[in-house]
């Protein structure tokens, strides 16, 4: 079976502090998807990243990064420099090859104050 | 291009009634996805069609859901008999699948509200 697990449930940064959102997760299988969404107060969940299991390389896109270590099972996600605007509930979710079932972690809510 | 609209918005319903929802997916897309998400949860997995044959139901909560995607496009999810812990947001999600690579783009959402 597979779980995602985000122990952060409520984060609050100040506006251009830098913030990581963690996520750990469990799978049986050797090759998996793994995902970040971002679900602002609108409510629509808005696709930030997709990783393969075979990929370990981290990625940087504008202020945000992720950090991918198969080792300790983690996909960890940064913004750099935080604006108002990432003020959303974050999720990060697995899916196991062959399946397209995805699982979700519970979300970490990011707050920044201006 | 449009992206995966639902309809209603917003649904009540009194305990016992049956309800509708309904998912428009991105025109072209192979997969559809519902999802169910309750308060301060994320998204938990109903049901997975692709085009028309549902292959996966093993997230429906009980007998009283059910998905249809008689025609390989729009969809409908059904709740029979509602109870209030059917109260919740419903996401309705498409994607085209490429090589085992797929991303989900996700709708609105229906918020039911069970009383």
């Known amino acids: 079976a597979q779980k995602v697990t985000q122990a952060q449930t409520e984060i609050s940064v100040v506006e251009k502090e830098d913030v990581t959102l963690d996520c750990v997760y469990e799978t049986r299988d050797t090759t998996y998807y793994l995902f970040w969404y971002k679900q602002p107060p609108s409510g629509e969940l808005v696709f930030l990243i997709r990783?393969?299991?075979?990929?370990?390389q981290n990625e940087i896109s504008g202020r945000y990064s992720w950090n991918f270590q198969k080792s300790t099972s983690s996909f960890n996600f940064t913004i750099t420099a935080s604006q108002v605007v990432d003020s959303a509930v974050y999720f990060c979710a697995l899916s196991e090859t062959g399946y397209q079932k995805v699982t979700f972690g519970i979300g970490t809510k990011l707050q920044v104050i201006p | 291009g449009a992206g995966v609209s639902q309809s209603p918005r917003y649904k009540v319903a009194k305990r016992g009634q049956d309800v509708a929802l309904r998912c428009d997916p991105i025109?072209?897309?192979?997969?559809l996805f519902w999802y169910q998400q309750a308060l301060g949860q994320g998204p938990e997995f109903l049901t997975y069609?692709?085009?028309?044959?549902?292959?996966?139901k093993s997230g429906l909560p009980s007998d009283r859901f059910f998905a249809e995607r008689p025609e390989g496009s729009v969809s409908t999810l059904k709740i029979q008999r509602t109870q209030q812990e059917d109260s919740a947001v419903y996401l309705c999600?498409?994607?085209?699948?490429?090589?085992?690579?797929?991303?989900?783009?996700f709708g609105p959402g229906t918020r039911l509200t069970v009383t």
């Open positions: 025109s072209g897309h192979v997969s």
């Open positions: 990783r393969n299991s075979f990929d370990e």
């Open positions: 999600a498409s994607s085209l699948p490429s090589g085992g690579l797929y991303e989900q783009y």
């Open positions: 069609f692709q085009n028309e044959a549902q292959l996966d």
